[in-house]
């Protein structure tokens, strides 16, 4: 089983539509979660940061965590052409206070906003 | 304020040969990761440097090899090149090697092995 498993998409939304992303992980003792974005040809970039359950919102992103349930997804609203990449969810799976840091990541899912 | 780099940004080589990647992680961050990303397997953790020290290692043969120096920048070595080992190499660093501290990724080195 897989550490980290998202969708590959592609997830198609059209344009000011509220698109919603989904992963889910298998460690169950890890505590931080993160959402990186992706553009082709270029390195994944960090949106959202999350470690405790519930929502988390950012301008248009809101991060979503249920520890019980090992799910983490990301909510984009009123999404536009320019978020259409690659969104990866990444899993710190070290212990905190380990003294070291490891970020497993799902495989990403392709999102595609149509105008 | 900067962010991480690395360098080179592009990089082809032969089979057989090494080669050494650096990355300059944002000033103050003493944590340096790295990963190696494919179209087949996606972002893999290579291993993680804190204070010079190898902190965590990832399942990559002992080819992959890395260091970190005192001014916290690391390099990554990659030896007997495989064609394989085509890949876009990022680095990540943080102010600290704590699971709720957030990386930042670098521009990543796209290796080409021919």
């Known amino acids: 089983q897989k550490e980290v498993e998202q969708n590959s998409g592609p997830l198609s939304v059209p344009e000011g539509a509220i698109a919603s992303l989904n992963c889910t992980y298998s460690?169950?003792?890890?505590?931080?979660f993160f959402w990186y974005r992706q553009y082709s040809g270029k390195s994944p970039e960090l949106i959202m940061s999350?470690?405790?359950?519930g929502d988390k919102e950012d301008g248009r992103f809101t991060a979503q965590l249920n520890k019980a349930s090992q799910y983490v997804s990301l909510l984009i609203r009123d999404s536009q052409p320019s978020d259409s990449a690659t969104y990866l969810c990444?899993?710190?799976?070290?212990?905190?206070?380990?003294?070291?840091?490891?970020?497993?990541f799902g495989s990403g899912t392709r999102l595609l906003v149509r105008p | 304020k900067a962010g991480v780099t690395q360098t080179p940004r592009y990089l082809i080589k032969t089979r057989g040969q090494q080669v050494t990647l650096s990355c300059s992680p944002i000033?103050?961050?003493?944590?340096v990761s790295w990963y190696q990303q494919t179209p087949g397997q996606g972002l893999q953790f290579l291993f993680e440097?804190?204070?010079?020290?190898?902190?965590n290692k990832g399942n990559f043969p002992g080819r992959f090899s890395g260091r970190q120096f005192s001014n916290s920048r690391s390099e990554m070595n990659v030896s007997t090149l495989e064609l394989g080992d085509s890949a876009l190499y990022l680095c990540?660093?943080?102010?600290?090697?704590?699971?709720?501290?957030?990386?930042?990724f670098g521009q990543g080195t796209r290796l080409t092995v021919v």
């Open positions: 990540a660093s943080s102010w600290k090697a704590d699971s709720l501290i957030e990386a930042f």
């Open positions: 460690d169950r003792g890890s505590q931080s």
């Open positions: 999350i470690y405790s359950n």
């Open positions: 990444a899993v710190n799976v070290t212990p905190r206070m380990d003294s070291s840091y490891k970020l497993i």
């Open positions: 000033s103050g961050h003493r944590s």
């Open positions: 440097y804190f204070s010079e020290t190898q902190r």
